[in-house]
């Protein structure tokens, strides 16, 4: 089995909605390029734990709360 980046980014965005900020934002916050985040959310890159680590700061919730969440979208999916 592998990881679906487009589940880690759907889950990204949804984190990054209910926050409600935009990339641009998030991206400021997290000290990445928006374009990079936009490849993220679009499951186009799977962020590095640096990465993610950052996004969740920037987004105040655990990095922990964010890979449960990417592990239970998983676990919907056929």
Do not use: C, F, W
């Not at 980014?9 to 909605?17: N, Q, T």
């Not at 959310?41 to 922990?64: F, H, N």
């Amino acid at each position: 089995m592998r990881l679906n980046p487009v589940v880690v980014g759907e889950v990204i965005a949804a984190y990054r909605l209910r926050k409600g900020v935009t990339q641009e934002v998030l991206s400021g916050l997290a000290d990445i390029g928006r374009t990079h985040l936009s490849a993220i959310e679009r499951g186009g890159r799977k962020p590095t734990l640096e990465t993610l680590y950052r996004i969740s700061l920037a987004l105040d919730v655990r990095m922990s709360d964010i890979v449960l969440a990417i592990e239970e979208a998983l676990e919907d999916r056929p």
